[in-house]
């Protein structure tokens, strides 16, 4: 399946009051109502206002060691949250984010497909390993899941989520009031999945949506992140270091997929894109200044930059080197590999310190992700260089600010995108499968 007309998707990564490690103390945000549903089901309307494909909410079942953390992204659990936003929204997707190392596969096909219905075939899934220790320690585990593991665990769960979501057939429901029959015989079957990491009877007992089976989301850019994204992804959330790189990723998965007799324009790769944009690149600018004028030293940095790096940093200070002979070689690492690559090689290469290594990771945008800053038509000129260059077929947008990040977004950005016909002009359909141009779009029983 070739689209006819390919078009640029639009990916709003949901945070509280911004992705900038300094959001939250800027006075434009809005910390005070962060734990507000109405605060958030407005971001979405924006969100929608623009014609964005998706909502997407990033998600750790676990705080990290600094404090600051707890309310600086979306303190709510993605799937309770989405459920309200989506009786608040008509049209845009939602996206929860469900860790695959940490959850029932039987729960989660249950849950999804229950959002899926509430939205009438809006929902997807991002579907994550996780990472860190931290992660284990509140499911059971003192130590997180080697990394093949997990993702032998995520193969099979992503299988048994397909089985579960097809365990209705589409006409399954006949509502014969005269033959007193509700479902056609053989309409719903089991699954009997017994595999190593789980046994399934099913069926499932929620019936699909008009959208058939929702899409599925995934993010890593490791060879087994790469091997599990192609064989089974719609949508991929990629970093976003340099073209280049980027590219090279765009590239594996649509290659990998070809290999394994998908067709390539079926999935979806969505950089994460930081976009500080306003009327001109002056103002764009001043943004910036202000929101890192904000940036302090913060007291736990260490601690946060130990997770990521495996290691323990409590008895270091920030001017002193990293302890190169400590990190684990990445194929031994066990949290965020691409993360954590990216992090030894700053390290190795530049000579940091511990202070100046962590502050990276509190810089204009999350590590790994671009920061782009300027007017709304130098923003969509560099979006459209990557869509037109095979570095992109969307952008996963990570606003800095909120609630003036999206809407500054929408303001200025969407309108020259729209005029040169690289985003759609309205919504031509009403699922998420539909937004993304995916071709499975099965009837529901019920409709």
């Known amino acids: 399946m070739t689209p006819s ?31 507000d549903v109405e605060y958030y ?56 984010t469900v860790s695959t190392s940490y959850s029932d596969p039987y729960t989660v096909a249950r849950q999804v497909a229950s959002l899926d219905l509430i939205s009438k075939g809006r929902a997807g899934v991002n579907l994550v390993t996780s990472a860190g220790d931290h992660v284990a320690r509140n499911h059971g585990r003192e130590r997180h899941i080697p990394h093949a593991d997990r993702y032998a665990r995520a193969r099979e769960f992503v299988q048994v989520l397909e089985r579960l979501w097809g365990s ?13 029959t509700m479902i056609r015989p053989g309409g719903i079957t089991p699954i009997d999945h017994v595999g190593e990491h789980f046994s399934v009877a099913g069926p499932l007992t929620v019936p699909p949506s008009p959208q058939g089976r929702p899409p599925i989301v995934q993010a890593g850019a490791s060879p087994a992140g790469i091997e599990l994204a192609a064989a089974h992804a719609d949508a991929v959330y990629a970093r976003s270091m340099s073209i280049d790189e980027t590219r090279g990723v765009y590239r594996s998965i649509k290659t990998r997929a070809a290999e394994l007799g998908r067709d390539p324009h079926s999935i979806r790769v969505l950089p994460g894109v930081v976009p500080y944009v306003a009327a001109t690149e002056a103002e764009a600018r001043r943004l910036v200044r202000e929101i890192e004028s904000r940036l302090v030293t913060n007291p736990n940095a260490l601690t946060a930059l130990g997770v990521m790096l495996g290691i323990d940093l409590s008895g270091y200070s ?41 502050g990276r990771l509190g810089g204009l945008a999350p590590l790994g992700m671009w920061a782009l800053i300027g007017s709304g038509e130098q923003v969509a000129d560099q979006l459209q260089y ?6 992109a077929d969307g952008f996963n947008l990570m ?49």
Not at 77 to 96: Q, V
């Open 5 to 35: 007309r390919r078009t640029m998707s639009l990916n709003f990564n949901l945070s509280g009051v911004g992705h900038h490690a300094s959001a939250w103390r800027h006075p434009d945000s809005r910390t005070d109502q962060a734990l």
């Open 41 to 96: 089901v407005r971001l979405c309307q924006t969100a929608e206002r623009g014609g964005f494909d998706s909502i997407f909410i990033a998600d750790t079942p676990a705080l990290r060691g600094d404090p600051n953390d707890a309310l600086a992204n979306t303190p709510f659990e993605p799937l309770t949250l989405l459920s309200a936003i989506a009786t608040r929204t008509t049209h845009i997707g939602l996206i929860p």
């Open 399 to 447: 606003m800095p600010i909120a609630p003036g990040g999206i809407e500054s977004f929408v303001e200025h950005v969407v309108p020259i995108l729209r005029e040169r016909g690289l985003v759609r002009a309205g919504y031509e359909g009403t699922t998420l499968r539909s937004h993304f141009d995916l071709s499975l779009d099965t009837p529901s029983p019920l409709h």
């Open 386 to 391: 990557w869509f037109e260059n095979e570095a």
């Open 168 to 180: 209705w057939a589409p006409d399954a429901v006949l509502a014969d009031r005269e033959a007193g």
């Open 318 to 358: 920030p001017d002193d080197a990293v302890p190169v002979h400590l990190l684990p070689a990445p194929e031994d690492f066990n949290g965020s590999v691409t993360g954590f690559v990216e992090l030894r090689t700053m390290a190795v290469d530049e000579g940091l310190t511990l202070g100046r290594l962590a």
